[in-house]
């Protein structure tokens, strides 16, 4: 009997630092991100990442920033990659690109490391949206509202890998108390 309670408490323990220490749901796709990195005609950046080994798109929250610099030495960011909305693996910044040429680097921490550059040259600024027969449409990118805390996956895991490891904890401390009194 004793042996069977210190059994399912280092099992609770064992399961949660498992959880905690970071395994990833079934769909995780352990490699590297690729960025293919575009420019709209407002000057907004667009980043499609697809994961390097399948080609799957990257459906999770990324990490990551954007930074360019112009010919004549100008930089701008780091701009934090924000989702795009109802866009497979679509990322962009919630800054616009000024008029010119530029450098654009994308790169990423989270989920996976990821890269991406491209030349691309801003248009100036559209101020308004062009009356009928006046040219092309132009198309805005609005990236994703922030997220609150507890909206993703991996804030849950930590909740509940730290749970159970406080449980195991529990039970492992109690059964050595009865032992040993």
């Known amino acids: 009997m004793r042996l069977k309670g210190t059994t399912a408490a280092a099992a609770a323990l064992l399961a949660g630092v498992v959880v905690v220490s970071g395994a990833r749901p079934a769909s995780a796709h352990d ?24 080609k799957d798109p990257v459906d999770d929250k990324v990490v990551g920033t954007l ?22 693996g679509g990322f962009t910044t919630r800054e616009h690109l000024s008029e010119g040429r530029w450098r ?15 030349n691309v040259t801003a248009p100036k600024p559209v ?7 006046e040219g ?3 198309s805005v990118v609005s990236p994703e509202p922030p997220r609150g805390p507890g909206d993703n996956w991996t804030t849950w895991t930590w909740i509940a890998g730290t749970a159970v490891v406080l449980v ?3 039970l492992l401390a109690g059964y050595r108390r009865r032992r040993r009194g």
């Open 136 to 138: 092309a449409k132009v």
């Open 67 to 88: 930074t360019a610099q112009a010919p004549d030495g100008r930089t701008v960011g780091p701009w934090r990659l924000v989702q795009v909305p109802h866009v497979a």
């Open 127 to 133: 101020t308004s949206p062009p009356k009928p027969g």
């Open 31 to 54: 490699d590297t991100i690729a960025f293919r990195v575009s420019l709209d005609r407002s000057g907004q950046v667009l980043a499609l990442g697809t994961y390097e080994n399948d």
């Open 168 to 170: 195991g904890s529990a």
């Open 104 to 118: 654009v680097t994308v790169r990423s921490a989270f989920p996976e490391l990821g890269y991406g550059e491209a």
